[in-house]
């Protein structure tokens, strides 16, 4: 269409959206919208975008967009493809789009809505679209690739937008991508294979960066400025988005990166890894060819397959092929490929505190650190000869030198584990971009609820550090904002929560979002992070920014340096 004819379209459309609504309200009822014929409220919640003309709905206060497509129905293990909706398509964006195919799991709440392997949807919400050149945040939701998803009451971008102070705004997008087996499966071993499902191996990293393309191309139409993008992820989800950050095709489409626990290390497999991995996957479905293969339903994966396969295989990360993943990602960073990025990068204080949990005798501490180091030598293994791999497995001198440091063999043990899968892999992540972009800021979170009221609530269910420290997850209730109904089994009672905590870590992300730079009025003076200062902001109910937190702990592991 030329685009003087788009002018005209745009005076059309309101006019169409008044007789859609109504048409809607006829056969569906009265919504929260206000009355079908009023126009100007037809196009307050309207985005007229190059990809479709999106009917969003008023969320008290807060304009939301849900289960927006970004790519095209998938085609069964090949690469998304740009939506074919265009302008002129009237779309009604009010539905949450299903979650990937996963197992079923009480925590990971996203696992109990609908699930497809077509779920290549996001979610947009800002306060007016008609307030242009907001800053736009991106979210890749966790869940070790193979599980979560949008609908989980965690990741609900309302509240963020919400909580803004009244003169502010800003774009927060969260997006679905293919997890699992249906993210990452290397087909090359079946019968029939051809290079047509040759990206199959890198889905997951292909869908996040498609997501990015569509925001690119249409996010103006809901007041965002796609010159000031910003990633934010956690878990596996800032491992994909530290991996975005060395592929130029991603990174050309986002400005500032947010990596919460979770960057390139342990989080790549080897091809050789993943032609492994794919094997225990056939030898489950029971197939040897590409046609038994697409034979298998993604409901009938979903319904008898899919828990034993991420039993038997793990978490399959993103596999560093050389063409869409680059084979060294370490090297790639420490070359200034995302010199241009600003970032934020921290961890919390008790990642997988759970891990030494003795539920025997809930919530103790196990007795015997062999565990732990079991899961060490696992975690290590996992990765195959990835270039991305870092561990202290191989040396022993090390893990001998870093458990003398402290007098509880479990909770050293525990350390090490949290040490050798989140913070140090983030200090190098640190080190090597600092030196190519002074605007690089490092964190540690350390609020943690009482456990005595996070088990009060949820019981059996509560999820509590035996050491009383801030496990995985636990800066994302606050980030978003949803105290209440974010992550009960993690924070406990949403009114035992400190707001000003929430209020803090909100406008310290939106003031990084906005700026490159997280100082606010909220929270003292947070000065850059570099090799020689080591300047960390320490996050709890009081924010204090420490030079090298724990730096015997870190000169011990640094004789390991990748």
Not at 52 to 71: K, M, P, Q, S, W
Not at 164 to 193: C, H, K, W
Not at 519 to 535: C, D, F, Q, V
Request: with cysteine.
């Amino acid at each position: 269409m030329a685009k003087s004819s788009n002018k005209d379209l745009r005076k059309i459309i309101p006019l169409l959206l008044c007789a859609f609504l109504v048409l809607s309200t006829v056969l569906t009822g009265c919504r929260n919208e206000a009355p079908a014929d009023d126009e100007a409220t037809a196009e307050k919640y309207t985005a007229i975008a190059p990809s479709g003309t999106y009917v969003g709905h008023d969320n008290d206060g807060v304009t939301e967009f849900l289960g927006i497509r970004y790519a095209a129905p998938i085609e069964r293990w090949k690469a998304p493809t740009d939506v074919t909706t265009t302008m002129e398509d009237i779309i009604e964006a009010s539905e949450w789009g299903p979650s990937c195919i996963q197992p079923d799991d009480e925590v990971e709440v996203a696992s109990k809505w609908e699930q497809s392997e077509d779920c290549l949807q996001l979610n947009i919400w800002t306060k007016d679209i008609a307030t242009i050149g907001k800053p736009v945040l991106v979210f890749i939701h966790g869940g070790g690739a193979w599980q979560g998803g949008t609908w989980d009451p965690l990741y609900d971008g309302e509240h963020f937008v919400r909580n803004l102070p009244q003169s502010e705004d800003a774009v927060m997008v969260t997006i679905n991508y293919r997890l699992g087996i249906f993210g990452s499966l290397n087909l090359s071993q079946l019968d029939g294979y051809s290079d047509e499902y040759a990206d199959a191996v890198n889905l997951a990293i292909l869908d996040q960066i498609q997501a990015l393309k569509w925001i690119n191309e249409n996010i103006e139409a809901f007041g965002g400025d796609p010159n000031n993008v910003t990633m934010f992820g956690q878990s596996a989800g800032g491992g994909a988005t530290c991996t975005l950050m060395a592929i130029p095709e991603a990174n050309q489409y986002f400005h500032k990166a947010i990596l919460e626990s979770g960057v390139i290390f342990n989080r790549q497999i080897s091809v050789e890894k993943s032609m492994e991995n794919a094997q225990i996957v056939f030898d489950i479905l029971g197939v040897t060819s590409v046609e038994e293969l697409m034979d298998i339903s993604d409901k009938q994966i979903q319904n008898d397959f899919i828990a034993d396969i991420m039993s038997a295989v793990g978490t399959p990360q993103r596999v560093a092929d050389g063409r869409i993943v680059p084979l060294d990602c370490w090297s790639a960073l420490n070359s200034g490929v995302a010199k241009d990025i600003d970032v934020m990068i921290g961890t919390t204080n008790g990642e997988y505190d759970f891990l030494a949990t003795d539920w025997d005798n809930f919530p103790d501490a196990i007795e015997d650190p062999d565990y732990i180091w079991q899961r060490i030598v696992r975690s290590r293994n996992s990765g195959g000869g990835s270039a991305a791999v870092w561990s202290v497995v191989d040396y022993p001198d090390v893990v001998e030198e870093y458990l003398a440091l402290g007098d509880d063999p479990v909770m050293r043990m525990m350390d090490l584990y949290n040490d050798s899968m989140y913070r140090q892999p983030s200090i190098y992540i640190a080190q090597a971009l600092s030196r190519w972009n002074p605007n690089l800021y490092m964190y540690c979170w350390t609020w943690a609820p009482e456990a005595r009221l996070v088990i009060e609530l949820e019981g059996d269910a509560a999820e509590v550090s035996p050491f009383g420290r801030a496990m995985h997850c636990m800066e994302l209730i606050f980030v978003f904002g949803t105290l209440e109904d974010g992550y009960p089994e993690l924070g406990g009672p949403g009114e035992a929560m400190p707001t000003e905590l929430m209020q803090k870590s909100q406008a310290t992300w939106y003031a990084f979002a906005l700026t490159g730079n997280p100082n606010n009025e909220l929270i003292p003076t947070w000065e850059a992070y570099n090799s020689t200062s080591r300047l960390t902001m320490l996050m709890d109910e009081e924010w204090e920014i420490v030079s090298d937190p724990r730096a015997q702990d870190r000169i011990v592991l640094d004789q390991v340096q990748p």
